[in-house]
């Protein structure tokens, strides 16, 4: 009775520390495939749409561009950032949260 208790208590420890383990070796697999890599890329090129729209916003200004055309360079300007924010947040490997 004893001894099969101990089993079941052991298994119960090691079935643990296997859930434990599990996604951080997920994560550390994604890493040496080059996920993150691709990740950063994603980063930089929000980065680059969203300081093309910032420009795109601010000559439209300047040349007196309507309402309408204003506020669709703001929704698109807005996208970007919520877009970068996504990219960025996924892009963290799981010890840096």
Known sequence: ?????NILLGAVLLTGLFAMAAPASADYDRYRRGDFRNDRREVYQDRRELTRDRAE??????NGAGRAELARDRREIWQDQRELRHDRSDSRPWWHW
């Not at 009775?1 to 208790?5: A, D, H, I, P, R």
């Not at 916003?57 to 300047?62: G, K």
Request: no cysteine; glycine share 0%.
């Open 1 to 5: 009775m004893k001894n099969s208790k």
């Open 57 to 62: 916003l601010y000559r439209d200004r300047r």
